[in-house]
């Protein structure tokens, strides 16, 4: 390699920033070049890594990266270690996926390695069998020849008679399981350690008990290192038989893969659990989810999620934020530790508790109350008081043989309707509950291929006073969908709002209503849905939908929602005002007589407003009535079908 400048430290990309490819490439092949040689040009190590680099786009070809660094013969003592540094801040995805990725790498280049050792344990073997057989022949020979592997060898090697008993091994195992510095550098002998000695009475054991079963092996075994402590190994087992096919020796070459190991299960291990609680993950859970739902008996699965997470994190600062997790991490682990469970964390700020229950596991409600009661505790986070609630879903099931992923849909579907009642609250799982959400959820799914192939269309509906002729026409969404019936323009806009589809429907309807009010010549009122009601880009959705039918703005009549102004207020105050300033006629739709809403219909001076349905009970419509002198007193247009309205949607 042409590049003999040292680098102590490859730098990393700035924080928060992504490097670029060619970038990371670069430092890639500096950091190689420094810590190994190989006889590869700087050009075409780079054109090599840069052809690599794609692999770790999934998981299933990082390997094929470390495969790579060990046949280009850069397997030196830091090769692999800063591989690994560069890319860690190099690979896009989350942390899951960069640490499936980095361990791809870390296997492919271990098993790569082992396979150059067993390769190279191999020619030491074939060497060894042929010097001892060329010993009956030529002894002074073959024996320096031997001596010479023998004690040079980086690789332990020990040798054994027929029966198993040890006769000698050489400097690099007495250094491996010995570490003596008096005889690490001498092979045992008259000079050196008893061979028996070397190993531990365990290991001993364990390499005649695999001679017992085979005359040639290659495995991995666990000995006992130095100070007593456990070193992985990759062994290769042989046998020399002398001219009667009878055992004369035994032969083990031993190496030392501690180390590849370690790093190995280390990586395992972070891909199957959370980086910031050290709980399972996701990838883990569910494995053992299945395992224990495999099993007879009762379980109990809590899916839970921890509000408010997300104001410490922008009130208090992210560490904060993680602090809090790790919080509540361990105190869920203290709240089931009497019992058979697995605590894991499977999202941002959401937890699973899984429960083999037992005749001691508590009632659900009194489990619930347990969680609530740890949680209600506060912690000190960067000089702030802080205690958290959360919502909670629970299914409790005797089922044997149930589906995991069935079984976490049950529990979290649980908690989405516990949260619909506000925060901190907890629910049990109900059968008929969730199949009706199902059957919802599933209709609300099939929406965007609804909008998509047409399915959804616009009905025009007159809207007129009591007695006279229409004074404009209300459009109204209506989906026919083929298992559910006739789908309600109010239902199109509340599952666009849930589904996220609320932009493009409602850009859509838009559109359609104003080249329809265009042809003919006649105003349009358009009901938008909460969330396009409160949406800042509001009024350049509705002048390009002016621009394109050339509709004059006084025919658009737009009817917010008001179930927009909680949480929304002030956007659609601006959006009122900017459409005013547009010339488009401004209603609000499910208007329910509340404060917040007259006073939004005095202060804008509306064109109209569309009451919510007249309630049943006579207190209650009476006072709507109440209202709407005072509604039309500021100039507004009823629109209802209640006696004294100025105007109603006729079907």
């Not at 092979?187 to 061979?195: L, N, R, V």
């Not at 009475?201 to 001679?211: E, G, Q």
Request: hydrophobic share 45%; aromatic share 6%.
């Amino acid at each position: 390699m042409s590049d003999n400048a040292a680098h102590d430290d490859v730098p990393g990309p700035p924080p928060g920033t992504a490097p670029a490819r060619a970038d990371v490439v670069a430092r890639w092949a500096r950091a190689l070049v420094d810590s190994a040689y190989a006889p590869l040009s700087r050009k075409q190590l780079q054109a090599h890594l840069n052809r690599l680099f794609d692999n770790l786009a999934t998981a299933e070809r990082a390997d094929e990266v470390g495969e790579w660094l060990v046949d280009a013969r850069f397997t030196g003592q830091d090769s692999l270690r800063r591989t690994i540094e560069v890319l860690a801040d190099a690979l896009d995805g989350d942390d899951q996926q960069r640490a499936t990725a980095l361990a791809g790498v870390a296997a492919g280049y271990a098993n790569a390695l082992r396979r150059q050792v067993f390769a190279e344990q191999e020619e030491v073997r074939t060497s060894l069998l042929a010097a001892l057989e060329q010993a009956q022949h030529d002894l002074h020979d073959s024996e320096a020849r031997f001596r010479q592997v023998f004690a040079s060898s980086a690789v332990g090697i020990a040798i054994f008679a027929g029966d198993g008993t040890a006769i000698e091994v050489n400097p690099a195992l007495v250094r491996m399981l010995r570490h003596d510095p008096d005889t690490a550098d001498q092979a045992t002998g008259a000079s050196g350690p008893d061979a028996e000695d070397v190993f531990a009475p365990a290991d001993l054991a364990a390499l005649r008990s695999a001679w017992a079963a085979t005359d040639e092996a290659k495995f991995e075994q666990q000995f006992t290192g130095p100070h007593g402590d456990p070193m992985w190994t990759n062994v290769a087992l042989s046998t020399v038989r002398d001219t009667d096919d009878r055992p004369k020796y035994r032969v083990a070459v031993i190496e030392d893969v501690t180390e590849q190991r370690v790093l190995r299960d280390y990586l395992r291990h972070q891909a199957l659990h959370d980086v910031l609680t050290g709980l399972p993950n996701r990838q883990s859970f569910l494995p053992r989810l299945e395992e224990v739902l495999g099993k007879p008996g009762s379980i109990t699965l809590c899916y839970l999620d921890v509000d408010s997470v997300a104001i410490v994190n922008d009130g208090i600062g992210y560490e904060a934020g993680d602090e809090l997790l790790k919080v509540v991490a361990g105190r869920l682990t203290t709240v089931v530790a009497d019992e058979k469970a697995t605590v894991a964390r499977i999202g941002g700020d959401e937890f699973v508790v899984l429960i083999e229950d037992s005749p001691d596991t508590p009632s659900i409600s009194a489990l619930a109350a347990a969680i609530d009661e740890a949680l209600a505790e506060p912690v000190q986070l960067s000089g702030h008081g802080v205690a958290v609630s959360a919502g909670m879903g629970f299914v409790r099931t005797s089922a044997r043989g149930v589906d995991a992923m069935a079984l976490l849909r049950q529990a979290h579907s649980t908690l989405r309707r516990a949260e619909s009642g506000g925060k901190g609250q907890w629910g049990i799982y109900d059968a008929g509950e969730d199949a009706r959400d199902r059957k919802r959820l599933s209709l609300i799914a099939t929406m965007p291929g609804a909008l998509e192939f047409g399915e959804i269309a616009i009905d025009y509906r007159p809207i007129a006073p009591p007695s006279g002729d229409p004074i404009a026409h209300a459009a109204r969404l209506r989906w026919d969908e083929a298992e559910f019936g006739v789908v309600g323009h109010e239902e199109c806009l509340e599952f666009a709002d849930e589904l996220g589809l609320s932009g493009q429907l409602g850009t859509w309807l838009l559109e359609e209503a104003c080249a329809f009010a265009a042809v003919e010549e006649a105003p349009v009122v358009v009901r938008l849905s909460a969330d396009q009601s409160r949406d800042p880009d509001l009024a350049a959705v509705v002048r390009t939908a002016l621009d394109r039918s050339s509709l004059a703005p006084q025919r658009l009549w737009l009817s917010l929602d008001c179930r927009a102004l909680p949480g929304g207020l002030d956007v659609v105050e601006d959006n009122l005002t900017t459409l005013a300033d547009m010339g488009v006629r401004r209603l609000l739709h499910g208007f329910s007589c509340g404060l917040p809403e007259l006073a939004l219909v005095e202060r804008h001076v509306l064109h109209g407003v569309e009451l919510c349905a007249p309630p049943d009970e006579p207190l209650a419509r009476r006072a709507v009535e109440l209202v709407v002198p005072l509604v039309r007193a500021t100039g507004a247009l009823v629109i209802s079908d209640l006696p004294g309205a100025d105007a109603a949607v006729r079907r």
